[in-house]
């Protein structure tokens, strides 16, 4: 393949906007309608995440330590529609339909060539990974337990698996409701594996955001909700026994807190500094736990932050300021391992600036996390549109 070439071509493609996942979506459902019953009833945010997900494809094609996973994670939560190796190949001639209408002239016999042997890549690894997980479930049925509203616009819910779901602290899940069928979002389970097997999200309401308002405003004990297999790779490097840096925004704290608990069950505990930031005091949703969390162990320092700190409230602690700043005024931490999940101006700048600070960047392992992200179906784990 010729990845210059390559990314040239997608480039001028992805330059006519919607109307080239409309193209694609109508050209596979023409050739195949047998797939479109795996897909939500309206593909207006399906659409974003094809191009999305083939851009994230592109740019990492020529680094195979990064893209191999993140393929095989597809591969593997696939399974959870349905979807066959009988169906990769439908996909990979509509792909290189549309490729070739909005390139026009650009399509030439070498540029084929390239995404051909792209895709024939991208699907090999994916049906593979599919192959290799064949023994274990494609998906599993939970019973809500409870559903906490901790603020008008948070909830911590706690699910039950009918099944054992394992998992690694710092993971995420996609779900989806029977209150809005075909549509999987992504949460972080914010615990780490119980003995009751019970796992605990925290999912924040989006205006518009018909899965998020569904789980926050709707959901109740007793419901049932669908897993997808675990994702994500923001877990504790196994080969560290360095001091950790959590640093959390909104909800982002969910997978730091089940970090922490890993942590505290382990035999040797490490030093452990997070710093939380919210915009308003009034938005931490889990300062009970987390002050007993802080109160347990003393190897665990918590320090919160908020950019609009309110005079009304008694928030003693709360430091003023973007997270990110307080994070480096505490500092410095260049013998750290560190952990960043938020928003992407949060995480962006928060590992930007700890790089500037000295702390390695392949010691700091980041998540974008908004407050429900669509389910990888075609995207990477870390971006999505809030619903």
Same mark, same amino acid.
């Given at each position: 393949?010729?990845?210059?070439?390559?990314?040239?071509?997608? !480039?001028?493609?992805?330059?006519?906007?919607?109307?080239?996942?409309?193209?694609?979506?109508?050209?596979?459902?023409?050739?195949?309608?047998?797939?479109?019953?795996?897909?939500?009833?309206?593909?207006?945010?399906? #659409?974003?995440?094809?191009?999305?997900?083939?851009?994230?494809?592109?740019?990492?094609?020529?680094?195979?330590?990064?893209?191999?996973?993140?393929?095989?994670?597809?591969? #593997?939560?696939?399974?959870?529609?349905?979807?066959?190796?009988?169906?990769?190949?439908?996909?990979?001639?509509?792909?290189?339909?549309?490729?070739?209408?909005?390139?026009?002239?650009?399509?030439?016999?070498?540029?084929?060539?390239?995404?051909?042997?792209?895709?024939?890549?991208?699907?090999?690894?994916?049906?593979?990974?599919?192959?290799?997980?064949?023994?274990?479930?494609?998906?599993?049925?939970?019973?809500?337990?409870?559903?906490?509203?901790?603020?008008?616009?948070?909830?911590?819910?706690?699910?039950?698996? #009918? !099944?054992?779901?394992?998992?690694?602290?710092?993971?995420?899940?996609?779900?989806?409701?029977?209150?809005?069928?075909?549509?999987?979002?992504?949460?972080?389970?914010?615990?780490?594996?119980?003995?009751?097997?019970?796992?605990?999200?925290?999912?924040?309401?989006?205006?518009?955001?018909?899965?998020?308002?569904?789980?926050? #405003?709707?959901?109740?004990?007793?419901?049932?909700?669908?897993?997808?297999?675990?994702?994500?790779?923001?877990?504790?490097?196994?080969?560290?026994?360095?001091?950790?840096?959590?640093?959390?925004?909104?909800?982002?704290?969910?997978?730091?807190?089940?970090?922490? !608990?890993?942590?505290?069950?382990?035999?040797?505990?490490?030093?452990?500094?997070?710093?939380?930031?919210?915009?308003?005091?009034?938005?931490?949703?889990?300062?009970?736990?987390?002050?007993?969390?802080?109160?347990?162990?003393?190897?665990?320092?918590?320090?919160?932050?908020?950019?609009?700190?309110?005079?009304?409230?008694?928030?003693?602690?709360?430091?003023?300021?973007?997270?990110?700043?307080?994070?480096?005024?505490?500092?410095?931490?260049?013998?750290?391992?560190?952990?960043?999940?938020?928003?992407? !101006?949060?995480?962006?700048?928060?590992?930007?600036?700890?790089?500037?600070?000295?702390?390695?960047?392949?010691?700091?392992?980041?998540?974008?996390?908004?407050?429900?992200?669509?389910?990888?179906?075609?995207?990477?784990?870390?971006?999505?549109?809030?619903?």
């Amino acid at each position: 393949m010729d990845i210059v070439r390559m990314r040239k071509s997608f !480039e001028a493609v992805a330059a006519h906007g919607d109307e080239v996942p409309l193209w694609f979506y109508s050209h596979l459902f023409l050739s195949h309608p047998e797939t479109r019953a795996m897909f939500p009833v309206s593909m207006a945010q399906q #659409r974003d995440r094809l191009f999305g997900a083939l851009g994230h494809i592109v740019t990492k094609v020529d680094d195979s330590e990064a893209l191999v996973p993140y393929l095989q994670q597809l591969g #593997r939560d696939h399974r959870k529609f349905g979807t066959q190796t009988a169906h990769y190949p439908a996909v990979g001639a509509s792909l290189l339909a549309t490729l070739a209408h909005f390139a026009g002239p650009d399509w030439t016999p070498e540029v084929e060539a390239d995404w051909t042997a792209a895709y024939g890549l991208v699907a090999g690894v994916m049906s593979g990974a599919a192959d290799a997980a064949a023994d274990a479930p494609a998906s599993w049925d939970a019973d809500v337990v409870a559903h906490e509203l901790r603020t008008p616009e948070i909830a911590v819910v706690r699910l039950r698996p #009918r !099944e054992p779901y394992p998992f690694s602290p710092g993971q995420a899940l996609t779900l989806e409701t029977e209150r809005r069928p075909r549509l999987w979002r992504t949460y972080s389970i914010a615990n780490a594996p119980r003995e009751d097997g019970t796992l605990d999200l925290h999912v924040q309401a989006m205006d518009g955001g018909p899965v998020s308002l569904a789980l926050v #405003r709707h959901l109740e004990a007793g419901d049932v909700v669908r897993l997808g297999p675990p994702l994500g790779t923001m877990t504790l490097d196994p080969d560290s026994e360095r001091d950790l840096l959590l640093v959390g925004s909104g909800t982002g704290f969910a997978p730091l807190k089940a970090m922490i !608990e890993q942590i505290a069950g382990s035999a040797v505990p490490r030093r452990v500094d997070l710093f939380l930031g919210v915009g308003s005091g009034r938005e931490f949703y889990d300062l009970d736990d987390l002050q007993r969390l802080q109160q347990e162990h003393g190897w665990l320092s918590v320090v919160l932050a908020a950019t609009r700190p309110d005079p009304l409230e008694d928030r003693t602690g709360v430091e003023e300021g973007h997270v990110t700043d307080v994070v480096v005024r505490r500092g410095p931490w260049p013998g750290r391992d560190g952990y960043v999940c938020g928003s992407s !101006e949060m995480v962006g700048s928060t590992v930007a600036r700890l790089v500037d600070a000295h702390v390695p960047r392949h010691r700091i392992r980041s998540e974008v996390f908004l407050p429900s992200r669509p389910a990888p179906t075609t995207t990477p784990t870390t971006t999505g549109d809030p619903a």
